[in-house]
């Protein structure tokens, strides 16, 4: 009886077969033992070969979409992240990658396949060409792609046959217009760069997360305008050459911190004056603090309108100190029994003087439950002034817009609580 020989192995199976047995033979080939020019050969045929077998790996997976179906996955990428022990996280957007090579980029393809581009630079490229728009016709976007891999490749005349860096790439291939089709780069650059500051705006952001150790976390996303202009800032009061020379202790730093350091510095330069108001007075940070803790060494102080928004931040009686030497701080010093000692007379309606009072002394919004900061709120009337009112400290709240609103619309009925805090209802 003959025995029918099985399916024959395809070439891409056999190819990956082959590697990994040749690879397997050497594992216990310590390349110490290879000469420099070895190592030197050695190491650029492995990142070329790391390419190929990328590209094989892309292309591989633009066509296993069925290999999800049969294991219901939502993707290839993510079958593969679990069958592989991968993160998923990495081989998802590779994923997207396979899937622009096969369908609209098959040039950068076979520059990997080729061993003449890398997977990093295989990103850049790509990530360049779809953002190209939908007005450039067919013909510029194959001669932008052409352009940009004989670039990466060392193929173009001024690389002299060494590829570009992914980075440099990257530049490039925001201009890439201009090379390819300079009649309408101009009128394309415009459009994209407004359209990049649009997406940049409605992207800005900015949060502040307290750590609960004394440290606060700052998380903020800018456009690059404004971000070339803070970095432009900080830069100058990190450098050797400011005013008053360099401090070797903050020099020692590394880079992140001796920026965050920078920062605190821009904000003590600030000038309040030139600041808009804030909670209808003239923007000021306030700290509250015993006159005993202020005249010892040890001690803690107050931040009114602190990060959590309830006026808990706290400080060391030094840092308030510190503070207090600089007009851009509001010393708020307090008697045994939290008497404010010093905050200024009042002069008419609901002074300057007042109203930081009444941020020290309510620090919220007073409508039951209202969490607003004091800095946003309005000073009320608690007895009306036009019913014969004063005009004081006992008879003031603090409200937000919102409850401010509330208080004077006839349809709730407000009502003030032993603690001072206001209730409202709709009336019947």
């Not at 290839?76 to 997207?96: D, F, I, Q, S, Y």
């Not at 201009?178 to 705006?201: F, G, I, K, M």
């Not at 992207?203 to 971000?227: E, W, Y």
């Not at 509330?406 to 709730?412: M, S, V």
Request: aromatic share 2%; proline share 5%; charged share 25%.
């Amino acid at each position: 009886m003959t025995l029918l020989p099985g399916p024959v192995p395809h070439r891409i199976t056999r190819a990956v077969t082959a590697c990994r047995v040749e690879l397997a033979g050497v594992a216990d080939a310590h390349a110490a033992f290879l000469s420099a020019g070895e190592k030197e050969a050695v190491l650029t045929e492995l990142v070329a070969l790391e390419a190929q077998v990328a590209e094989l790996r892309l292309r591989t997976m633009a066509a296993a979409g069925e290999v999800a179906e049969v294991h219901g996955a939502r993707d290839v990428a993510g079958w593969l992240a679990h069958r592989a022990n991968v993160e998923v996280a990495r081989l998802r957007p590779e994923g997207r990658l396979a899937e622009a090579i096969d369908q609209r980029w098959p040039r950068v393809g076979a520059a990997m396949a080729a061993g003449r581009l890398s997977l990093d630079q295989a990103k850049v490229i790509v990530q360049a060409l779809d953002a190209l728009p939908d007005r450039v016709g067919g013909e510029v976007r194959g001669d932008a792609e052409a352009r940009l891999v004989a670039l990466g490749s060392g193929d173009a005349a001024e690389c002299g046959g060494v590829g570009m860096l992914p980075q440099h790439l990257r530049v490039l291939g925001r201009r890439v217009l201009d090379v390819v089709a300079p009649e309408v780069a101009a009128d394309e650059e415009a459009r994209r760069l407004h359209e990049e500051e649009s997406r940049a705006q409605s992207a800005l952001s900015l949060r502040m997360t307290p750590l609960g150790d004394g440290a606060t976390r700052v998380t903020m996303t800018l456009p690059d305008a404004t971000a070339t202009r803070l970095a432009t800032y900080l830069d100058a009061l990190t450098s050797p050459r400011s005013a008053g020379g360099a401090n070797p202790d903050l020099e020692r730093l590394p880079r992140h911190r001796m920026l965050g350091h920078a920062f605190c510095a821009l904000l003590d330069r600030l000038d309040p004056a030139t600041l808009p108001e804030h909670g209808g007075d003239a923007t000021a940070v306030m700290v509250t603090v015993t006159l005993e803790d202020l005249e010892r060494r040890l001690g803690a102080a107050g931040l009114l309108d602190s990060v959590t928004g309830d006026g808990a931040g706290r400080i060391s009686a030094a840092h308030a100190r510190r503070l207090a030497c600089t007009a851009k701080i509001v010393p708020a010093v307090l008697g045994g029994k939290s008497e404010v000692l010093d905050l200024g007379r009042a002069q008419r309606l609901f002074t300057p003087a007042q109203r930081k009072a009444l941020r020290l002394r309510d620090t919220t919004c007073r409508a039951e439950g209202c969490t607003i900061p004091a800095t946003w709120c309005e000073a009320h009337h608690a007895a009306p002034w036009s019913a014969g009112g004063r005009t004081d400290l006992a008879n003031a709240v603090l409200l937000c817009g919102f409850h401010h609103h509330r208080t004077h619309d006839p349809a709730y009925q407000t009502d003030r609580l032993a603690n001072g805090d206001h209730r409202y209802h709709r009336r019947r």
